[in-house]
Nanobody
Framework: QVQLVESGGGLVQPGGSLRLACAAS????????VGWFRQVPGKEREPIIC????????TYVDSVKGRGTISRDGAKNTAYLDLENLKPEDAAVYYC???????????????????????WGQGTQVTVST
């Protein structure tokens, strides 16, 4: 069964950091670009950052540039999002997803990324509060 499962969410204080994990099963995650997204109630899901199969990454949210890093561990078939200096506006449900088709680079623009998504994870909640 092809599946992505996110983990690592929770309550973080402002200024803190977290690492979210996106574990893949049923396929080899390294064969695909992978993106991280977030969504708050009442708003559309927002692409944050994407890493292609070559390791090149694209950040789509200006407020995340310099604070967010995407990485992979092929042995664990898992991708990660490290986010530091968290702000209240970072609170959201965070999702990971694959870029289709296999081997496709991450698009340059967020709107393009939303059109080439394959498998979605179920999401993990991140709360930023004192």
């Amino acid at each position: 069964q092809v599946q992505l499962v996110e983990s690592g969410g929770g309550l973080v204080q402002p200024g803190g950091s977290l690492r979210l994990a996106c574990a893949a099963s049923g396929f080899t995650l390294e064969d695909y670009g992978v993106g991280w997204f977030r969504q708050v109630p009442g708003k559309e899901r927002e692409p944050i950052i994407c890493m292609g199969t070559t390791g090149f990454s694209t950040t789509y949210v200006d407020s995340v540039k310099g604070r967010g890093t995407i990485s992979r561990d092929g042995a664990k078939n898992t991708a990660y999002l490290d986010l530091e200096n968290l702000k209240p506006e970072d609170a959201a449900v965070y999702y990971c997803a694959t870029v289709m088709p296999r081997g496709r680079p991450c698009p340059s623009y967020a709107t393009q990324l939303m059109q080439v998504i394959g498998v979605w994870g179920q999401g993990t909640q991140v709360t930023v509060s004192t």
